[in-house]
């Protein structure tokens, strides 16, 4: 059983930064591809960004193209997200994911683990 922990959540005001960092309680951490995905008040879960287990490859929705980046560190056993440019509609509670021996991933049902999220809050 694999945990996954976000942190990086919180406020900040439109056009704003944020990253994210999720880190994962397994050594072989570069085993698995991972991505992140968002669920905004009264809406569906989302995909965000994916990345593949050795970090050369990524994947973005076009909403979020150019304003956030995936990376990952897998000495640090660690997935980040970094947002740029926020928008209101950024507002969600961001969750990490892992897939196990699998390639880039973006569909949720595909992941073997998640963290438990983290707030992320877009204010005008």
């Known amino acids: 059983q694999v945990q996954l922990v976000e942190s990086g959540g919180g406020l900040v005001q439109v056009g704003g930064s944020l990253r994210l960092s999720c880190v994962a309680s397994t050594h072989t951490f570069s085993s698995y591809s991972a991505g992140w995905f968002r669920q905004g008040p009264g809406k569906e879960r989302e995909f965000v960004a994916a990345i593949a287990w050795s970090g050369d490859t990524t994947y973005y929705p076009n909403f979020v193209k150019g304003r956030f980046t995936i990376s990952r560190d897998n000495a640090r056993n660690t997935v980040y997200l970094q947002m740029n440019s926020l928008k209101p509609e950024d507002t969600a509670v961001y969750y990490c994911?892992?897939?196990?021996?699998?390639?880039?991933?973006?569909?949720?049902?595909?992941?073997?683990?998640w963290g438990q999220g983290t707030l992320v809050t877009v204010s005008e």
């Open positions: 994911a892992a897939a196990y021996l699998k390639g880039l991933r973006v569909r949720a049902g595909d992941y073997d683990y």
